[in-house]
C-alpha cells in the first residue's frame, strides 16, 4: 500500500467516526428535549399555563414561569402581616420587580393591592388606600 492510499483511508476512517459521532448527538439531544417535555407536560397539570409558555429551572427556588425569555412572569402565594402586626394571605402576579395581586385579611376581606420585591423572598405591598403589607413567598 502506497502512502496517498494510506492517507485516504486513515482520512476515511476519521471522516466515518466523526459522521457517526454526530449523528448520535443528534439522538441523545432529541431524547432529552422529549423527557423535559414529558416534565413539563407533567409539572403544567398543577398550573393553569399552556405548554408553550412553561418553563422549569430547577437551579432556582422559584422554578415554574411563564411567558418567554426575558418577559418571565411568576404567580406566588403570599403571608405576611399589615402595620398593625395582623396577617394575611393571598396571591400576586409578578413581572421583573414589580406585580399586583389581591390579599385577605383574617376576617376574610379582598384588597387589591400593588407589589414590589424588596429581598429575597419578600415583598411589600400597598393598597389602593396607602396601607403596607409585608408579604413572605409560600
Do not use: P
Not at 486513515?10 to 428535549?33: A, D, Q, V
Not at 412553561?54 to 412572569?73: F, I, L, N, Q
Not at 396571591?91 to 399586583?100: E, F, I, L, P, Q
Amino acid at each position: 500500500m502506497n502512502s496517498k492510499n494510506l492517507i485516504k483511508s486513515i482520512f476515511f476512517i476519521l471522516f466515518s467516526l466523526i459522521i457517526f459521532s454526530c449523528s448520535n448527538k443528534k439522538k441523545s439531544n432529541k431524547s432529552t428535549e422529549t423527557s423535559n417535555i414529558n416534565t413539563e407536560t407533567q409539572s403544567t397539570q398543577s398550573f393553569s399555563t399552556t405548554e408553550e409558555n412553561y418553563h422549569t429551572d430547577s437551579d432556582y427556588k422559584y422554578e415554574h414561569r411563564t411567558g418567554t425569555s426575558g418577559d418571565y412572569e411568576y404567580n406566588y402565594n403570599v403571608n405576611g402581616s399589615d402595620d398593625d402586626g395582623n396577617s394575611i394571605n393571598g396571591n400576586v402576579d409578578m413581572n421583573g420587580k414589580y406585580g399586583s395581586g389581591t390579599i385577605k385579611d383574617e376576617e376574610g376581606n379582598e384588597k387589591n393591592v400593588d407589589v414590589e420585591w424588596n429581598g429575597y423572598g419578600r415583598m411589600e405591598a400597598t393598597d389602593e388606600d396607602g396601607n403596607t403589607y409585608e408579604l413572605e413567598t409560600d
